[in-house]
């Protein structure tokens, strides 16, 4: 017992030298990012916004991990800033039941992450990083296919292939069959996410749900349909960046900013392929769409 | 949730899944032994595509299942989504113990023992399957033994490409964050292997006492 309170108070005096130290690092803004490209150029985004504004020195941690681990370094002050989805703010962080009100769950996570974490949610990006339901160009093309709801009569004749995680969650198959009336010649496959772009783009299934910004969509030959009847939960992607440093340097506040609705779905899902498709630098892609985008 | 509470409200689920999975391994080991073991005592034959063919199936045995299904995928017969492609990647996997250990047992025979055999008279088919292959049993049913345990493990990523299988629980898990799910597709598949090493260790012991 005595042992563990020493620990416990060893713990928190390892905390609190971690804090000093974080303090000590100066005016040194940490850019963090989750573990998959979409976040990493993003991330790359804002540190060369914030350096180019503001001159100030930026220290970039990307490909962290998940997202409870950029949530816990954040409040830690491991890192300053990275970039989150209202979404999975909402229901993965937040613990809300989904919700479609785009407005109402920025607001909400806005003033949730304020009052409980002292982070501040800066101005979207333009995009939203959600399912998206994919097919190829050519039957998009033969069968004018722009919306979801475009789809239900043909969906007799096609085959469905799905990643587990769409099969299970709340807000995957079930519900989006009956939200559009879809009926598939037989139940989905299930497989591997990665797997159902090349089963689709080789024709072995018709319909897949993939990730709205992935760059695969466009190299493989596929298109996203629109939601039309706003089925998928919201998930736009904006700055978090912690309070503290944002009252400390305005500028950064505003060096964000900047950025708001500059980026579309699609803009993204080229500056994606860029990075998983041609295999370009993160750092020289951002530094491009920045020469071309922000003047 | 725990396991038992799992199982028990999805019992149909799961002995569907495990019918599957024995499924796919025992068509998959049955074709990688009707291939393998001609394979192998073909080697001993033709000693200069020892080399090239063992080296094939090595490198085949090292591409990861998700690169090999990317390749299946496109192809004509054995490619495509479902149990097909799961099982040729199954017998691609399950190839390399087979062959090696059916050429290793042959070569393995004591040439005094084949020369005696010849000297009675024996065809070259007499010689294998009156000497070669039951001096030799014992190494290929190991290698058998290897290729089958693998296989319980392996056929787990079937669920990949959507030839239902185990993989299902555990892919689904995996992806829904959910350790319950990943165990009622680990354990089952854990002690599938456990048995299947056990009967096949058995078979062997078997063997090795009637070859005294």
């Known amino acids: 017992m005595a042992g563990a309170v020493t620990g416990g108070r060893r713990l928190a005096l390892a905390c609190g030298a971690l804090l000093a130290v974080g303090c000590a690092r100066g005016d040194r803004v940490v850019v963090g990012a989750k573990n998959f490209t979409e976040s990493d150029l993003l991330a790359e985004l804002v540190a060369q916004q914030i350096e180019r504004r503001t001159g100030l020195p930026v220290e970039r941690r990307l490909h962290l991990g998940g997202t409870f681990v950029c949530h816990r370094a954040i409040i830690a002050g491991k890192i300053d800033v990275y970039v989150e989805y209202t979404g999975t703010a909402f229901t993965a962080i937040l613990n809300h039941a989904p919700l479609a009100d785009r407005d109402g769950v920025y607001r909400a996570v806005a003033a949730e992450y304020a009052e409980r974490f002292g982070l501040t949610w800066g101005k979207p990006f333009g995009f939203d990083n959600t399912f998206a339901i994919v097919v190829r160009r050519r039957d998009a093309e033969r069968y004018g296919l722009r919306r979801i709801s475009d789809v239900a009569p043909v969906a007799p004749r096609w085959k469905a292939a799905f990643g587990y995680e769409f099969l299970e969650r709340a807000d995957g198959f079930a519900g989006l069959a009956r939200a559009y009336g879809l009926r598939f010649a037989a139940p989905p496959t299930a497989m591997a996410l990665g797997l159902t772009y090349r089963a689709l783009a080789d024709g072995k299934a018709d319909l897949i749900a993939g990730n709205s910004t992935d760059g695969l969509i466009q190299a493989l030959g596929l298109v996203a349909l629109e939601d039309d009847r706003h089925y998928f939960p919201p998930y736009e992607a904006a700055p978090v960046a912690r309070a503290d440093l944002l009252g400390r340097h305005p500028q950064i506040a505003r060096a964000l900013d900047e950025l708001a609705g500059k980026i579309s779905e699609d803009a993204m899902r080229r500056l994606n392929a860029l990075a998983d498709v041609e295999h370009q630098d993160i750092a020289a892609i951002a530094r491009e769409w920045i020469a071309r985008s922000l003047p | ?212």
Do not use: C
């Open chain 2, 1 to 212: 949730m725990s396991l038992f509470q799992f199982y028990a409200h999805n019992s149909r689920e799961a002995l569907t899944l495990i019918g599957q999975h024995l499924y796919l391994v025992a068509v998959s080991t049955g074709i990688a032994l009707a291939v393998g073991v001609p394979g192998g005592v073909l080697l001993t034959r033709r000693p200069a595509w020892r080399g090239p063919v063992l080296g094939l199936a090595n490198v085949l045995q090292t591409i990861p299942s998700l690169a090999l299904f990317g390749f299946l995928i496109p192809l004509p017969f054995i490619g495509g989504i479902g149990a097909r492609t799961a099982i040729v990647a199954l017998v691609v996997y399950a190839l390399l113990p087979i062959v090696r250990n059916t050429y290793t047992g042959i070569a393995g025979v004591d040439p005094a023992v084949r020369e005696a055999g010849r000297g009675m008279g024996m065809t070259d088919g007499q010689l294998l399957a009156m000497v070669e292959l039951p001096l030799a049993a014992g190494v290929i049913l190991a290698g058998i033994r290897v290729a089958t345990v693998v296989s319980v493990g392996t056929a787990t990523i079937a669920g990949a490409i959507g030839a239902g299988g185990l993989g299902v629980y555990i892919f689904r898990g995996a992806d829904m964050v959910n350790n319950t799910l990943i165990l009622a597709g680990a354990l089952p598949a854990a002690l599938m292997a456990l048995a299947a090493d056990g009967l096949l260790g058995l078979a062997e012991r078997k063997l090795a006492w009637r070859a005294r």
